[in-house]
């Protein structure tokens, strides 16, 4: 069990609608992050978080907005969807660089129409 | 520009036998590696790691070996068995980066026969 939440699983919606895809971890790890999976690419980077209220843009950011009121949430925003955004949705929490791991939840796929 | 390659999109391997997988990275600032594996409808989950400072790192039937000169890694898994059926994902990170922003390659599908 990574401790990482994701909802909905699986979204189906049309160009141009805001989608919240919700990531809960239920341990209290201080670093969160946003992946996309796309063929061909792996996974890049979207949004991380160090702590509440702390956010960073990383790879791919554009279209896309966090935020971390608490600890154990972050909510990814797409403000206004594009097809290009079609993609699995992956968070992750992680506790400590040594450690070498992320804790990645099991994924939200979107489709945008 | 991707920073991390894996040329192979998929292997093919029977039970039993040395699966090999290789990851080349262009950014000789990048100290850190791992890889993780992913199976269908799964998230990723970490494998093994190795940092620059080291060219070899061994955990039970992985073993993940570095050569920097070359901005190579490669993976060995021995002796492959049917559950190591993933696709599997290098990656690395910088020591300016921020824990956890890491560059991951494009992945691959490994298939273990029986």
């Known amino acids: 069990d990574a401790g990482i939440t994701q909802s909905p699983r699986y979204k189906i919606t049309e160009t141009g609608r805001q989608v919240t895809l919700m990531c809960h971890q239920t341990?209290?790890?201080?670093?969160m992050f946003w992946y996309r999976q796309d063929l061909g690419h792996g996974l890049r980077l979207i949004y991380y978080s160090a702590a509440a209220d702390i956010t960073d843009k990383g790879e791919v950011p554009d279209g896309y907005v966090v935020s971390r009121s608490k600890t154990e949430n972050f909510p990814l925003t797409l403000e206004s969807a594009t097809r290009s955004q079609t993609s699995v949705y992956f968070c992750?929490?992680?506790?400590?660089?040594?450690?070498?791991?992320?804790?990645f939840g099991e994924g939200s796929r979107l489709t945008v129409l | 520009d991707q920073q991390v390659k894996q040329n192979s999109p998929s292997l093919s391997v029977q039970e039993g036998r040395i699966s090999i997988l290789n990851c080349d990275y262009t950014n000789s600032m990048f100290d850190y590696f791992l890889w993780y594996k992913k199976y269908p409808a799964e998230g990723p989950t970490f494998l093994i790691s190795i940092s620059s400072i080291k060219d070899k790192n061994e955990d039970g039937r992985f073993t993940v070996f570095l050569n920097k000169s070359a901005k190579h890694l490669s993976l060995h898994i021995v002796p492959s068995q049917p559950g190591d059926s993933a696709v599997y994902f290098c990656?690395?990170?910088?020591?300016?980066?921020?824990?956890?922003?890491?560059?991951f390659g494009a992945g691959t599908q490994v298939v273990v026969t029986p």
């Open positions: 990656a690395a990170s910088g020591p300016t980066d921020s824990w956890g922003k890491l560059q």
């Open positions: 992750a929490r992680s506790e400590a660089r040594d450690t070498g791991e992320l804790f």
């Open positions: 341990w209290s790890h201080s670093y």
